[in-house]
């Protein structure tokens, strides 16, 4: 009799297979969203702190810095709030943040080439998220399923290129330090063009 009640759900399973893989996607999804949530958080407190400290009066460049950091907060917060209508609606939402946050990346790597070599690594951090929320708005229903992998490869791309920018940065203030010459980093923010 047990045998006949599990033979009878296996066929019940394999006629709702369907079901099944959409739970899975489902957590996928919910998982997905609550690891952006973290991501879009942590790198809004990073660039309002930097406004914050690195931002004076008169110097309208760092308000950019903030919009953006806010916007993160923002994305972040609604993320956690409503998982389950921010599921779709997070694939247009991150196509958006990432297209605005990557022409504020393009934007400061333009302003950086005068400071630092290798500004290049901010500019294909810009390019790289530009692309993906380009992808994200105009194919959703692809993207929605493709997010896991194009979220995975934007961020070791804009890791690895962020951390190209960190380095040459340490290395110009380690210059700026030792007094071995070199171009000298700005103390009031970037300089203005």
């Known amino acids: ?19 099944v893989v959409a739970r899975g996607v489902a957590g996928i999804l919910f998982t997905l969203i609550m690891l952006f949530a973290v991501f879009a958080f942590f790198e809004g407190i990073a660039n309002v702190i930097s406004a914050a400290v690195g931002g004076r009066e008169g ?11 806010l916007l993160s907060i923002a994305v972040a917060v609604l993320a956690v709030l409503s998982p ?14 990432a297209i605005l946050a990557g022409g504020f990346r393009i934007a400061s790597a333009i302003r950086l080439r005068k400071i630092i070599d290798h ?13 993906l929320g380009l992808i994200l708005l105009f194919r959703p229903m692809a993207g929605a399923l493709a997010l896991i992998w194009w979220l995975g490869a934007y961020a070791i791309v804009f890791g690895v ?3 190209v920018v960190g380095f040459r940065l340490r290395h110009l203030k380690q210059i700026h330090e030792g007094g071995a010459g070199g171009r000298q980093l700005p103390t009031g923010g970037l300089p203005q063009s």
Not at 1 to 19: D, K, Q, Y
Not at 119 to 131: C, D, K, Q
């Open 59 to 69: 110097e309208p460049r760092w308000g950019s810095l903030l919009v953006e950091g």
């Open 119 to 131: 500004e290049w690594a901010m500019g294909l951090a810009g390019l790289a998220s530009i692309a």
């Open 1 to 19: 009799m047990l045998e006949g009640t599990l033979l009878g759900r296996a066929t019940t399973l394999e006629r709702h297979w369907g079901w």
């Open 161 to 163: 290129s962020m951390m």
């Open 84 to 97: 389950a209508r921010m599921s779709l609606a997070l694939v247009w939402v991150i196509g958006f943040w």
